[in-house]
């Protein structure tokens, strides 16, 4: 088992910055890739970024490169979302997630369903 908890989140103006943090307790140690997942009102669970546990690699949907940063920090089991230049359409609830084990698929690390841990998620709004 894995828990993940997110913090962090709130209500920000355009083009100013926020980190959510992402705890992880339990069995982390078997975490291959540590999400970032983010879902808007009426919207479906859009991808934005993982980090690679084992080698530190990091890639980003379109969205968010150049804005947003994943990094992690391995003693304190917490991985965090930098996120620079808020645009009002970052605004949803962002969850982290881990998939445990090595990829099996094309889709490991980037879609929902290959994720086996989730956060319960912290809301992130951005005004203009």
């Known amino acids: 088992q894995v828990q993940l908890a997110e913090s962090g989140g709130g209500s920000v103006q355009v083009g100013d910055s926020l980190r959510l943090s992402c705890a992880a307790s339990g069995r982390t140690y078997s975490a291959y890739f540590i999400g970032w997942f983010r879902q808007a009102p009426g919207k479906e669970r859009e991808w934005v970024g993982y980090i690679s546990a084992p080698d530190g690699i990091t890639y980003y949907a379109d969205s968010v490169k150049g804005r947003f940063t994943i990094s992690s920090d391995n003693a304190k089991n917490m991985v965090y979302l930098q996120m620079n230049s808020l645009k009002p359409e970052d605004t949803a609830v962002y969850y982290c997630?881990?998939?445990?084990?090595?990829?099996?698929?094309w889709g490991s690390g980037l879609i929902p369903r290959y994720y086996d841990y989730w956060g319960q998620g912290t809301q992130v709004t951005v005004s203009s």
């Open positions: 997630a881990a998939e445990m084990g090595q990829p099996t698929g």
